[in-house]
């Protein structure tokens, strides 16, 4: 993870998890990440329906693309109309299912684009969270920009490509002596339609 912030979530959220896969929904407790919510979402996953929509998404995610985003497909973040849920929306629904499905956490490098042709190089955090008990209900994560260029707040983000993607390791902490996990640039990856998953360790 590079942003600080990415690190900063997962840390609070491997803690709360213990030995659990992932924590329950309700053992987030936003004032001890107070200086992380503007940056975090929460999503709401359907699985049978294959559908996720934005739940909340914080102050400064939201000035990014422009607009009020919850309530959205998750998916829609990746197309130019939000509506829409093109070749983008089955892009990150691989990668929704990858985490609630293995109960894992995965980091995204992704590159948002305005309508008038400016990059912006940014990092999605994603953790699975229980909901009263029930497993692939909850997500949470952050979406962090690794600069802050002039324009941000004046030109909206029109839609996000995927550059990127890690799995971070097993869905359970290492136990005390356990051998390390192997870094994830060591690992041969495994092809995720046409992403290359790179299963690496918690840095």
């Not at 940014?122 to 497993?135: A, I, Q, S, V, Y």
């Not at 490509?161 to 890690?166: A, K, Y």
């Not at 097993?170 to 002596?177: K, S």
Request: hydrophobic content about 40%; overall charge positive; proline content about 9%.
């Amino acid at each position: 993870m590079k942003h600080p912030t990415s690190r900063a979530l997962h840390t609070y959220w491997n803690r709360i998890r213990g030995e659990r896969s992932a924590p329950e929904r309700a053992e987030i407790e936003p004032g001890e990440i107070r200086h992380l919510l503007a940056d975090s979402l929460i999503l709401e996953l359907n699985l049978p329906m294959r559908g996720a929509h934005l739940r909340l998404a914080g102050t400064r995610v939201c000035a990014l693309f422009g607009r009020e985003l919850r309530g959205l497909p998750f998916g829609g973040l990746w197309e130019p109309d939000p509506a829409r849920a093109g070749p983008a929306h089955a892009e990150s629904w691989q990668v929704l299912e990858i985490v609630a499905g293995e109960g894992v956490g995965a980091v995204m490098g992704l590159r948002g684009h305005t309508a008038a042709g400016e990059s912006l190089d940014l990092e999605l955090l994603l953790l699975p969270l229980r909901h009263r008990g029930r497993t692939h209900a909850r997500m949470i994560g952050t979406l962090s920009p690794l600069t802050v260029p002039h324009w941000i707040g004046l030109r909206p983000l029109a839609g996000l490509e995927t550059v990127s993607l890690r799995i971070l390791g097993t869905g359970t902490t290492p136990l005390p002596g356990a051998v390390p996990p192997v870094p994830a640039n060591d690992a041969a990856p495994m092809r995720r339609g046409h992403l290359l998953v790179h299963r690496g360790g918690r840095a």
